[in-house]
């Protein structure tokens, strides 16, 4: 004779099958690996909030430098400079020669001071509005000297005479010849714009982007989170 089940051992079958409510089986299919991507994500976005916090950091760090050290430049010039022969320098290599420059280098433009003032604004704008996105520390370093130029000379253009944003900017650095003979009369915020845009360009050469992306010679993109793969 074949036993038949012991009373209540279908129950306890019943109650060993039975799982538990809330656990990953009683989910429906794919809600556990739907999650998981959000997750895995959140280290990703911590990452790049992070980046973007350092590269805006230089950028202004180094604007705000730059702003600082031609200010105290002009101002230093005003006061020792003013009505006095050109201070060689390096055996001639430089001359401090203070000069009053209403246009753009050589003069340019000289008798339309207010289109400099509102290119430079409109330069400044496009900055601020890259920071919000930046990711590369370089192309931060190249928009923090181009921003500490601009703002720099816009502030002589505003606020110095003959008029507001008409106001001349203040020169003082002569390379060979005094008064700007062998090359344009510049100061800090100038040296300042030249360098960035410069090194702005090389970035630009060397495929490197503001996300903080660089281009492969295949043209292809490659990121610190997504490496481009090899051939």
């Known amino acids: 004779m074949t036993a038949g089940p012991t009373p209540g051992s279908g129950r306890a079958e019943a109650a060993g099958s039975a799982e538990p409510v809330g656990s990953p089986a009683s989910e429906p299919d794919g809600a556990v690996e739907a999650d998981r991507p959000v997750e895995a994500d959140r280290p990703v976005e911590a990452a790049g909030a992070t980046t973007r916090r350092r590269a805006a950091s230089i950028l202004f760090g180094i604007g705000l430098t730059v702003l600082a050290l031609d200010f105290g430049t002009k101002h230093l010039a005003l006061q020792t400079l003013e009505g006095r022969e050109p201070v060689e320098l ?39 509005w890259t920071a919000l996105r930046l990711r590369s520390s370089p192309w931060a370093v190249s928009l ?3 921003l500490g130029g601009a703002l720099g000379n816009l502030m002589d253009r505003i606020f110095r005479a003959p008029g507001w944003f008409v106001g001349h900017v203040v020169d003082m650095i002569s390379v060979l010849e005094p008064y700007g003979r062998a090359f344009p009369v510049f100061n800090v915020a100038d040296s300042a714009l030249v360098c960035g845009v410069c090194l702005a360009v090389l970035l630009e ?27």
Do not use: C
Request: positive net charge; charged residues 20%; proline residues 3%.
């Open 90 to 128: 390096l055996g001639g290599l430089v001359y401090l020669s203070l000069t009053r420059n209403s246009g753009a280098a050589w003069s340019i433009g000289a008798d339309h001071t207010w289109i400099f003032s509102l290119i430079t604004i409109l330069v400044i704008g496009w900055i601020l």
């Open 144 to 146: 923090g000297l181009v």
């Open 205 to 231: 050469l060397t495929g490197r982007q503001r996300d903080g992306s660089r281009l492969g010679r295949d043209g292809r993109r490659a990121t610190p989170t997504a490496p481009r793969e090899r051939a």
